[in-house]
């Protein structure tokens, strides 16, 4: 079958193999100033999304000009053109996806070593002023660390389930009788918990979020069509790129989380490959 179909009668030109259901695959070597520098820093698989929409814009220059009383626009100049790419996803909790959305840089990870009946910890801080009634208060390490994945909490001569309730995998303890409730923070308070590890599933990475508003790099895309064959469509040749947040992030709970991310093109020396 031939890929164009000429239907003069029609007075147009189908293409039987121009229309695309699929995703597109992001690779980005972060830093590198240069494709040589990309290459040989290498790229990072962003992952693959679930579409993206190419945002370009050409801002005209408008040309006024003035007859018998009458201002009007005789032609327009070629302006400032921008070309980038708006990526859609639902995996809001890769890392790779969160540092941007976040606009965050890397810092050390949450982990936690084994506390075995533990009297150093401590609840909050509320010396200043009594407890409060069903208020959350953080289990703390002596460092100021929280602690999770508790087993055993002694507080005092307080009774769990009677005086306050303690939410074992995140360390948060309410105070649930008026009657006890402590008007310092309590001088004993003894804590089991179990290690937290990178192979643990309450093993969590971390970033600062707001240090990193704009990222810059070297960006690879690759468009894939939603056949078995998954054929290659389009390829956006290695290029220069910035990195910014479009929407935010959006979570809900009758839908799938989905956040935006957008890439703008700084560069016009590179080629798109479209397929035939």
Not at 49 to 68: M, P, Q, W, Y
Not at 143 to 157: E, Q, S
Not at 218 to 247: I, K, Q
């Amino acid at each position: 079958m031939p890929k164009y179909i000429d239907n003069t009668n029609a007075g147009y030109l189908p293409h039987n193999r121009s229309e695309v259901a699929g995703h597109i695959q992001w690779f980005f070597s972060e830093g590198a100033t240069s494709l040589a520098e990309a290459r040989k820093k290498g790229f990072l698989d962003m992952g693959v999304f679930l579409g993206a929409e190419i945002k370009s814009e050409d801002k005209a220059i408008e040309v006024k000009k003035a007859n018998e009383g009458k201002i009007f626009t005789a032609y327009k100049l070629g302006g400032e053109v921008t070309l980038g790419l708006e990526l859609t996803t639902n995996e809001v909790a890769d890392m790779r996806k969160a540092r941007l959305l976040l606009l965050g840089a890397d810092q050390p990870a949450f982990t936690q070593t084994a506390l075995a009946a533990v009297a150093t910890c401590t609840l909050g801080n509320f010396a200043a002023e009594p407890a409060k009634l069903n208020h959350a208060y953080q289990l703390l390490t002596a460092a100021g660390a929280p602690v999770r994945k508790v087993t055993t909490l002694v507080i005092d001569d307080l009774v769990e389930g009677v005086d306050y309730v303690l939410n074992r995998r995140l360390g948060i303890v309410r105070f649930i009788n008026e009657a006890t409730l402590p008007d310092a923070a309590p001088a004993t308070l003894t804590v089991t918990a179990a290690a937290i590890t990178p192979s643990d599933d309450d093993f969590m990475e971390s970033v600062q979020a707001m240090q990193i508003p704009r990222r810059r790099g070297y960006s690879h895309f690759l468009v894939w069509d939603g056949t078995t064959d998954a054929n290659l469509v389009m390829e956006f040749e290695p290029r220069p790129t910035e990195v910014g947040v479009t929407g935010g992030l959006k979570i809900e709970g009758e839908n799938a989380s989905e956040a935006k991310i957008t890439v703008s093109f700084t560069s016009t020396d590179e080629l798109v490959r479209v397929r035939a």
